[in-house]
């Protein structure tokens, strides 16, 4: 299970982005998106602002 996203209370800022090792988030269309490469590491859950990305 890659970290997931909640689409309603992302905001688009981009944090988590820069908080992942192996970046594997993108945002696409003002939506963080977490890709297959995500290793589960919980880096981006805390870097959220909104509290949008969980494990
Ligand atoms: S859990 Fe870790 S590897 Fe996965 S998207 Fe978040 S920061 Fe990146
Ligand atoms: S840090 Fe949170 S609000 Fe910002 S782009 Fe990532 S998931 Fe969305």
Redesign the pocket.
Known sequence: MAAT??QE?????????D?CPVSA?K?END??VVGDDCIECGA?VG???????SL
């Open positions: 996203v909640n209370t992302c905001v688009g800022c981009g944090a988590c982005v908080s988030i945002i939506k963080a981006c870097s959220c602002p909104t509290e949008a990305i």
